[in-house]
């Protein structure tokens, strides 16, 4: 049975990779930030329109490994319309997920797809990338590098 919500998480990823989701530069982006693991090679560009406190719509560029890119594309379609406390809020589950044994998958949805990859911990830092260079982006920092899990270190 684990064995086959595995496989289904995998096809996900797989197809997120391969066929990304908001794989764009966002036109009228008002918000923009990179991420670069260096650990992996992966580079994420997060394009954000924020209405007020509303990501009206979010958008990704970047190279990558497939579970950097696949996590970018659900992430984007994971917050198109949410608020930045929404936004933060499943930061803050996603990274749980993806650092932790059985935690839960909470309000995450198709985002719990990334479960397994605590398991595998040089490939925390892909996942969750994204992330790092999302929070960047809301909080009006242009660059975002993670050498660890709960590290970014902006560029001055
Ligand atoms: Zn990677």
Not at 55 to 60: E, N
Not at 97 to 107: D, F, I, M, R, W
Request: glycine share 8%; net charge neutral.
């Amino acid at each position: 049975m684990f064995d086959d919500l595995n496989d289904l998480y995998q096809q996900v990823i797989l197809d997120h990779s391969r066929s990304p989701r908001n794989f764009k530069k966002l036109d009228g982006a008002n918000r923009v930030a990179h991420g670069h693991n260096p650990l992996c090679g992966d580079r994420i560009t997060i394009y954000l329109h924020l209405d007020g406190d509303v990501i009206s719509d979010i958008s990704f560029e970047g190279s990558g490994c497939a579970i950097s890119k696949a996590s970018a594309s659900v992430m984007t379609t994971a917050l198109k319309g949410k608020t930045i406390p929404e936004a933060q809020k499943l930061f803050s589950q996603f990274r749980q997920l993806v650092t932790t044994e059985n935690a839960e998958s909470g309000e995450l949805g198709k985002l719990a797809v990334f479960a397994g990859v605590h398991k595998f911990p040089a490939r925390v830092k892909c996942a969750i990338l994204a992330w790092h260079a999302l929070v960047s982006a809301l909080e009006g920092r242009p660059c975002a590098v993670t050498t660890e899990e709960n590290t970014t270190e902006p560029k001055p």
